[in-house]
């Protein structure tokens, strides 16, 4: 059985990725404030995360970031999975949607679950599941391993909805027993 502590990022800031103009993807170039460094930095001294044997991350820099603290602080190596991304507002990679609130917003409203009815291409909460379980499968040969990523993305292996602060942890058992 493989024991995988799920991470949130640290509290992230836009202010310069907005102050540029970045849309997009571009959008999730977006940095750790102060206390997001400090919430890392904390998560780190948790005595859970020892023994851990390695550290996973979504290349998304708000979580890569967190993750490098992560590994700076308990030695634990670390490496990118790039499909622990972020939850997709815009599977098209197109970005034209008008109004984000109101694609996230339907997305909630729906439990993630897509319809006939659903207006936005965002992505399901069954295709992040899919995603994240494909990852995740890779590494039960290992006990224990830190990953570093997205609320949506650690809601997809415990419930929709598992409101998480920064930096919480939830802690999930995979494979065989």
Same mark, same amino acid.
């Given at each position: 059985?493989?024991? @995988?502590?799920?991470?949130?990022?640290?509290?992230?800031?836009?202010?310069?990725?907005?102050?540029? %103009? @970045?849309?997009?993807? !571009?959008?999730d170039l977006g940095q750790l404030t102060l206390q997001g460094r400090e919430q890392a930095y904390?998560?780190?001294?948790?005595?859970?995360?020892?023994?851990?044997?390695?550290?996973?991350?979504?290349?998304?820099?708000?979580?890569?970031?967190?993750?490098?603290?992560?590994?700076?602080?308990? !030695?634990?190596?670390?490496?990118?999975?790039?499909?622990?991304?972020?939850?997709?507002?815009?599977?098209?990679?197109?970005?034209?949607?008008?109004?984000?609130? /109101?694609?996230?917003?339907? @997305?909630?409203?729906?439990?993630?679950?897509?319809?006939?009815?659903?207006?936005?291409?965002?992505?399901?909460?069954?295709?992040?599941?899919?995603r994240v379980d494909k990852v995740l499968e890779?590494?039960?040969?290992?006990?224990?391993?830190?990953?570093?990523?997205?609320?949506?993305?650690?809601?997809?292996?415990? @419930?929709? !909805?598992?409101?998480? %602060?920064?930096?919480? /942890?939830?802690?999930?058992?995979? %494979?065989? /027993?």
């Amino acid at each position: 059985m493989t024991q @995988f502590i799920m991470i949130r990022h640290g509290e992230p800031t836009y202010e310069i990725v907005q102050s540029r %103009g @970045f849309k997009g993807l !571009g959008h999730d170039l977006g940095q750790l404030t102060l206390q997001g460094r400090e919430q890392a930095y904390l998560r780190a001294l948790d005595n859970e995360l020892k023994d851990a044997e390695l550290i996973i991350s979504s290349p998304y820099t708000r979580a890569l970031e967190t993750a490098a603290i992560i590994s700076r602080i308990t !030695g634990i190596p670390l490496q990118v999975e790039n499909d622990l991304h972020e939850w997709l507002i815009d599977t098209t990679m197109a970005y034209e949607i008008d109004d984000y609130r /109101k694609a996230s917003d339907e @997305f909630w409203q729906s439990k993630g679950i897509r319809s006939k009815d659903t207006l936005y291409p965002w992505e399901s909460i069954d295709s992040v599941k899919n995603r994240v379980d494909k990852v995740l499968e890779k590494y039960l040969d290992y006990k224990k391993v830190i990953v570093v990523c997205h609320g949506i993305v650690i809601n997809s292996q415990t @419930f929709l !909805g598992d409101n998480l %602060g920064y930096c919480d /942890k939830r802690i999930i058992l995979k %494979g065989a /027993k």
